[in-house]
């Protein structure tokens, strides 16, 4: 019975120790945002490759995320290039549900313009819709695809408390930042007496 106990309280531990450990780490943040529309410009199933013309890739950006939706999707490939040199270059994995997909990239070192930024889908059972906006063409498609920037924050979880709290509190009969933190105070009560209730039942 006390192998159990002192089990209990090592699991309870972790868990506390891994989600502090999380809570350092850092949210990520959109750099930079290209064209943005939810028009329609293709239904792809079949190996397909896009280039889009005059993008802007910010220093640091570690990814990409490309208007593209689908069930589940194909394999994504992504290539940026500076003339005939490539810049960075990432793969997402398939099996991917959303209505766009981030694939990882090399951070560069400087923000470079005029870049063709490439992507490949491979061959897919399920249609993948590409997004984008109609007004400007591109290479290889009656139009522009959407894509973003994603980089790394600056500042980590604990430092966005407060803040997440906040954003929380709103939109409620009774609004504030006390709200987020009386409910966590609440669930740490309850877990508490849980699992004091727990090693009370294994005396």
């Not at 005029?114 to 993948?128: G, T």
């Not at 407060?162 to 930042?177: C, D, K």
């Amino acid at each position: 019975m006390r192998n159990v106990k002192v089990t209990l309280v090592v699991g309870v531990v972790l868990i506390l120790a891994i989600g502090a450990l999380t809570l350092t780490g850092s949210p990520v943040r959109t750099v930079r945002v290209g064209t943005y529309s939810n028009a329609v410009l293709t239904i792809v199933s079949s190996d397909t490759v896009v280039c889009q013309p005059k993008e802007v890739l910010p220093k640091g950006a570690s990814a990409v995320r490309i208007s593209v939706w689908a069930f589940l999707g194909s394999q994504v490939q992504v290539k940026a290039f500076s003339g005939s040199r490539v810049l960075t270059e990432g793969t997402r994995d398939a099996d991917w549900t959303t209505n766009s997909v981030t694939v990882p990239v090399k951070p560069i070192e400087r923000t470079t313009h005029n870049v063709l930024l490439c992507f490949s889908l491979s061959p897919n059972s399920e249609p993948m819709l590409i997004i984008g906006s109609k007004k400007t063409l591109t290479q290889s498609l009656n139009g522009r695809v959407g894509m973003a920037y994603i980089a790394s924050g600056r500042s980590s979880w604990w430092s966005r408390s407060l803040s997440v709290a906040r954003h929380i509190g709103l939109g409620h009969v009774l609004s504030g930042t006390w709200i987020a933190l009386f409910l966590a105070m609440l669930m740490a009560v309850v877990c508490v007496l849980a699992i004091r209730l727990t090693l009370r039942e294994l005396s």
